[in-house]
């Protein structure tokens, strides 16, 4: 029989409920049909499809109740949709190429399906704090049109033993309810090493119904997860990943970006951006995110018509400097100096720390710094 191996594949999707090799093998049985002269079946048969691929986007906006805890009645995870363009992210070329690729990745799963291929759709960030694993997670939603279910961690893990587990599977059924991105931030929070000595039983159990309810995931559900302590993460749990993405702190071009960003066209004219990026090593996007609007609040509630020099640079030596205001005068100025001698001249200097400029001279002198 001709077409047999598809027919055979779409009733195999059937009998185990997978919607997407179903309609991925119809696809191809649509392709051949053509291909073999036989328009009018191919166009049925995408029509159907089409039909089916409609109902899971209508299901896939409709919100059914949130799973709660037992015990504290606190909903298991939030869901929001995010529209495409409402995220903005600054990446660095090789984070772009790799989120890019997962999500083509997940487009052309019917495409992988059917080409023999199977693809789990999951992604492990992980990196220090505040460098947008989070507004990943949302951006990610946003390329793929679906909704995000963030997990909360603090209701998912409960006080009473073995509620856990319960809550991650009440968690896991939700999201496969309706095809959705599951967002597990904080992950090291239930992913815990297995063998860490200072937790009980408890803790395994949660790990291995966390694997189980993993495995158990179908490919109608994106799985993305994001932690901050990688180290903590059981062997096993890494495993489960396609994808995996170290998330570092911006890039000295990043850093730019986000300054431009942030300052959103108020950055005092004095104050080359590049000077600034250049200063502003070692700080997540989230501290230059702070530090760019907290100068623009100022500027705002000063009626002033944009941010100052002083107050921004200021604010700067306070972020990069530890303990800037219990330091000495010869102190302050030399290490603001040692953060950037070309945004903290002399003069500046003098203005924020109010002293005159041939005292700053003296002192950085002294201090070698000059
Ligand atoms: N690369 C980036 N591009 C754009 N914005 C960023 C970037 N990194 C950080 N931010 C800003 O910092 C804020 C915090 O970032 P986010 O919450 O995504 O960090 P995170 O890596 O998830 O941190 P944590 O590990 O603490 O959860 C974001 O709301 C965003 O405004
Ligand atoms: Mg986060």
Same mark, same amino acid.
């Given at each position: 029989?001709?077409h047999?191996?598809?027919?055979?594949?779409?009733l195999?999707g059937a009998?185990?409920a =997978?919607?997407?090799?179903?309609?991925?093998?119809?696809?191809q049985?649509?392709?051949?049909?053509?291909a073999?002269?036989?328009?009018? *079946?191919a166009?049925g048969i995408r029509?159907t499809?089409?039909?089916?691929?409609?109902?899971?986007l209508?299901?896939?906006?409709?919100?059914?109740?949130?799973?709660?805890?037992?015990? *504290?009645?606190?909903?298991?995870?939030?869901?929001r *949709?995010?529209?495409?363009?409402?995220?903005r992210?600054?990446?660095d070329?090789?984070?772009a190429e790799?989120v #890019?690729?997962?999500v083509?990745?997940?487009r052309?799963? #019917?495409?992988?399906?059917?080409?023999g291929v199977n693809?789990?759709?999951?992604?492990?960030?992980?990196?220090? +704090?505040?460098?947008?694993?989070?507004?990943?997670?949302?951006?990610?939603?946003a390329?793929?049109?679906?909704?995000l279910?963030?997990?909360?961690?603090?209701?998912?893990?409960?006080?009473y033993?073995?509620?856990?587990?319960?809550n991650l599977?009440?968690?896991?059924?939700h #999201?496969? *309810?309706?095809?959705?991105?599951l967002?597990?931030?904080?992950?090291?929070?239930?992913?815990?090493l297995?063998?860490?000595?200072?937790?009980?039983?408890?803790?395994k159990?949660?790990?291995?119904s966390?694997l189980?309810?993993? =495995?158990?995931?179908?490919?109608n559900?994106v799985?993305v997860?994001?932690?901050?302590?990688?180290h903590?993460?059981?062997?096993?749990i890494w495993?489960r990943?396609a994808?995996?993405?170290?998330?570092?702190?911006?890039?000295?071009?990043?850093?730019r970006?986000l300054?431009?960003?942030f300052?959103?066209?108020?950055a005092? +004219?004095?104050?080359?951006?590049?000077?600034l990026?250049?200063?502003?090593?070692?700080?997540s996007?989230?501290?230059i995110?702070?530090l760019c609007?907290?100068?623009?609040?100022?500027?705002?509630?000063n009626?002033?018509t944009g941010?100052?020099?002083?107050?921004l640079?200021l604010r700067?030596?306070?972020?990069?400097?530890?303990?800037l205001?219990t330091?000495s005068?010869r102190?302050q100025? #030399?290490?603001?100096r040692r953060?950037? +001698?070309?945004?903290?001249t002399?003069?500046r200097?003098?203005?924020?720390?109010?002293?005159?400029?041939?005292?700053?001279s003296?002192?950085?002198?002294?201090e070698?710094?000059?």
């Amino acid at each position: 029989m001709q077409h047999f191996l598809e027919v055979l594949k779409i009733l195999d999707g059937a009998v185990n409920a =997978d919607r997407n090799k179903v309609l991925a093998y119809a696809e191809q049985l649509a392709a051949k049909l053509e291909a073999n002269g036989d328009p009018r *079946s191919a166009e049925g048969i995408r029509r159907t499809v089409r039909k089916g691929r409609t109902r899971d986007l209508e299901a896939s906006r409709m919100t059914s109740a949130l799973p709660v805890d037992g015990e *504290s009645r606190l909903a298991l995870a939030d869901e929001r *949709s995010y529209a495409a363009g409402e995220v903005r992210i600054v990446f660095d070329a090789s984070s772009a190429e790799r989120v #890019a690729e997962f999500v083509r990745n997940i487009r052309g799963s #019917a495409e992988l399906m059917a080409g023999g291929v199977n693809l789990s759709p999951s992604l492990l960030m992980y990196g220090p +704090p505040g460098c947008g694993k989070t507004e990943i997670a949302k951006y990610v939603a946003a390329q793929l049109d679906l909704p995000l279910l963030t997990a909360r961690t603090d209701s998912l893990i409960s006080s009473y033993l073995g509620s856990t587990a319960k809550n991650l599977r009440l968690l896991f059924e939700h #999201a496969m *309810s309706r095809p959705c991105v599951l967002f597990l931030d904080e992950f090291d929070a239930v992913a815990k090493l297995r063998d860490d000595q200072h937790e009980l039983g408890e803790l395994k159990r949660v790990v291995v119904s966390l694997l189980q309810n993993i =495995d158990a995931l179908d490919s109608n559900t994106v799985l993305v997860a994001a932690t901050n302590h990688e180290h903590l993460l059981d062997r096993a749990i890494w495993r489960r990943f396609a994808f995996r993405l170290q998330i570092g702190l911006p890039t000295l071009v990043a850093r730019r970006t986000l300054l431009e960003q942030f300052l959103a066209g108020q950055a005092p +004219p004095a104050i080359p951006l590049e000077d600034l990026a250049i200063a502003t090593e070692g700080m997540s996007g989230a501290d230059i995110r702070t530090l760019c609007e907290e100068a623009r609040r100022t500027a705002i509630l000063n009626r002033q018509t944009g941010i100052t020099d002083r107050d921004l640079l200021l604010r700067l030596a306070r972020n990069r400097i530890a303990d800037l205001d219990t330091l000495s005068t010869r102190d302050q100025l #030399a290490s603001a100096r040692r953060l950037s +001698p070309k945004l903290f001249t002399v003069r500046r200097l003098a203005d924020l720390f109010s002293v005159s400029t041939g005292k700053v001279s003296t002192l950085l002198r002294k201090e070698g710094t000059t």
